[in-house]
């Protein structure tokens, strides 16, 4: 029984996987604020494509035939 208590305390002792607890925490908490940042600016993101997309569709495109002609002085 002695053997299995010594293997035991050896066992938690070992702190060869603490990095790779500590990297596993700090990569989510960065998914995390990656996350809160996307769904915070998401709705504003929305309303200035909306504002684009009615400029556009309200704006005229201009011809070359009539910006010669309004470059020529009207002649």
């Known amino acids: ?17 603490a ?6 925490v700090l990569t989510a908490a960065i998914v995390g604020l990656g996350i809160a940042v996307v769904f915070s600016v998401s ?8 504002k684009v997309s009615s400029n ?5 495109v201009a011809t070359l035939e009539g910006l010669a002609y309004a470059g020529s002085g009207g002649s």
């Open 56 to 60: 556009l569709a309200d704006g005229e």
């Open 43 to 50: 709705g504003g993101m929305t309303v200035l494509a909306d």
């Open 19 to 24: 990095i790779t607890v500590d990297w596993v």
């Open 1 to 17: 029984m002695g053997g299995k208590m010594k293997l035991l305390k050896v066992f938690l002792d070992d702190e060869s996987g």
